[in-house]
């Protein structure tokens, strides 16, 4: 039965009613019923097609690391800590790219941790879109310039709940009657010949910010609380003392901002669709999808790293070490990760060079594509109004979950991709065959140490 006879009556009354409304307004029967939309439950080709893009997209942004924030190793570091009620750090003009940013605010916040104080949210040097080698500028940009707030005042409040966090410094209590002005204090300079492997003794670190406080005639009450603005050092707090648990979850407290995650999420599906590659957007890393290659050769990689200096500045030699590192992997799609278009299309048309005299034809068939090549439309116009630090954090996600990767070793990018996909590895050590100076099943950091004028402790002093 379609309807009860309870409901009869009802279904005549509306019918009636529908019949004197259009014969009073002068509606044709025909033509109106002709007009309604039919509903069979059915969705078409596109439709669908839609609703299979947007689960893989939602999928996809929740694998920014191997696993999701786990709380613990981080509660149990900060339980060693005793909160000081009066003492608020903050972290401001951190520069640098990405990598370096990115860790520069977790280490300003591990010496937080270790002073036992509260934290202002913190912020970032911009740097000069006229020119990318100018990242100390005087203009001040908020965490959201490169990361997702909300997601750190989480993250940071379940790892550390006796941590108190400040949209401002004005925000802490009792702040206009502090202790004079805020001091400024860099976290290596109570060690400040320390080793390359980073401070010595990490631990005592509060013992001796205590006492430096007691030098200056400093004492911390809530009443007449103390500011301390934490300078920018560089690599020298040595991740692994505080375990490794703490070191693979430390870094998820900070989160790429969110219109990057979905842009990368829809090259994802891109490359997927476009070369029908098996890719699975729950999982971090799909195996034979897509090569991953780092090329660090952008204006400001030349000016920092002259390439009469540094082997791997030179196009030809990272461009070399790429190809060859492609066809042991034998993946015939390779996304390109720089800041250079100029350099983009030469490395494929090198690459398309090599491939023809190849004389095994398996390899023949390789495309290079760029997140540019493979968003349209909206997309690419809202990724072309990004500037050139948003634009990366696109395609360091895509690095993170290619097939394989491969960057240089004087760049905090390549090492922060290698770095956190090293968690999925099986190989304890970084260099398992001594031929770079990192190279496990999913990534290799390309050349050794003679390779480089200098080699900065990237592995010891950053957090994946």
């Known amino acids: 039965m379609l309807c009860s006879n309870v409901e009869r009556p009802w279904v005549v009354f509306f019918l009636s009613a529908s019949l004197v409304f259009i014969w009073t307004f002068g509606f044709d029967v025909h033509d109106a019923i002709l007009s309604m939309p039919i509903f069979t439950g059915q969705q078409g080709p596109s439709q669908e097609q839609d609703q299979v893009e947007s689960v893989f997209i939602s999928q ?185 648990a703490f070191v693979r979850e430390f870094g998820k407290i900070l989160s790429f901002r969110n219109d990057t995650r979905t842009l990368a999420a829809k090259v994802l599906f891109k490359l997927q669709q476009r070369f029908r590659l098996s890719i699975d957007p729950t999982k971090a890393i799909n195996q034979d999808a897509y090569y991953g290659a780092h090329l660090r050769l952008e204006e400001d990689a030349i000016w920092a790293w002259p390439p009469e200096e540094w082997r791997f500045s030179r196009m030809e030699e990272q461009f070399e070490q790429q190809f060859q590192n492609l066809e042991r992997t034998g993946l015939s799609v390779v996304y390109v990760a720089s800041g250079n278009q100029t350099v983009v299309d030469l490395f494929s048309k090198s690459l398309s060079q090599r491939l023809e005299a190849a004389s095994s034809p398996k390899i023949r068939n390789v495309t290079v594509v760029t997140k540019h090549d493979l968003l349209q439309g909206s997309d690419r116009e809202e990724l072309d109004k990004l500037p050139f630090d948003q634009q990366a954090l696109v395609d360091f996600l895509i690095m993170f979950k290619a097939s394989a990767f491969m960057g240089v070793a004087h760049s905090s990018f390549p090492w922060t991709v290698a770095l956190r996909r090293h968690e999925l590895s099986n190989y304890t050590s970084y260099s398992n065959e001594g031929s770079d100076l990192l190279r496990d099943e999913y990534s290799v950091i390309m050349g050794m140490e003679a390779d480089y004028p200098s080699v900065d402790p990237f592995v010891y002093g950053l957090w994946p």
């Open 60 to 244: 996809a942004m929740k694998v920014e690391f191997p696993a999701p924030i786990n709380y613990k190793p981080i509660q149990e570091i900060c339980a060693r800590t005793t909160f000081q009620p009066g003492l608020l750090f903050s972290c401001e003009g951190q520069h640098g790219g990405v990598g370096m940013v990115r860790n520069q605010i977790l280490r300003c916040i591990r010496y937080a941790i270790q002073g036992g104080a509260a934290i202002v949210i913190p912020s970032m040097a911009l740097r000069n879109p006229k020119d990318l080698s100018d990242i100390e500028t005087t203009t001040e940009m908020p965490l959201e310039y490169l990361l997702d707030r909300e997601a750190f005042i989480t993250h940071l409040s379940g790892g550390c709940p006796g941590m108190r966090i400040y949209e401002r410094a004005e925000d802490f209590p009792y702040y206009e009657h502090r202790f004079g002005e805020p001091l400024t204090l860099i976290g290596s300079q109570f060690e400040p010949d320390h080793p390359r492997e980073g401070l010595t003794h990490p631990r005592e670190w509060r013992h001796s910010f205590d006492e430096w406080l007691d030098q200056q005639s400093v004492q911390i009450r809530h009443d007449a609380p103390v500011h301390i603005k934490m300078g920018q050092s560089f690599l020298e707090y040595p991740v692994s003392d505080d375990g490794d």
